[in-house]
């Protein structure tokens, strides 16, 4: 089955710009584009059924870093001014 040339040409507008396209592979080789890809241990791995329970965990994690930081300057002054009393 040959296709005569017009069928063959492009007939894409010219606003369409395909060089900015990103072709994906598929299976373990995949690069994920703008993303930043983490190797779980397998024991890490098994307590989070996808990414997205491991993205709420370690939001959590920070909020709980985030409020310690806050509190924790004050605790120690206050330690410090019990003990000059």
Known sequence: MNRDKAEMEDDLRPEYDLTSLRV???GSGRKEFGRTTVQLEPDVAE????ADAVNEAL???IRVM???RAVAPTTQAN???AADD
């Open 24 to 26: 994906r592979k598929l």
């Open 47 to 50: 307590m989070f059924p996808d």
């Open 59 to 61: 939001r959590f994690l």
């Open 66 to 68: 985030r409020d310690n």
């Open 79 to 81: 330690s410090s001014n």
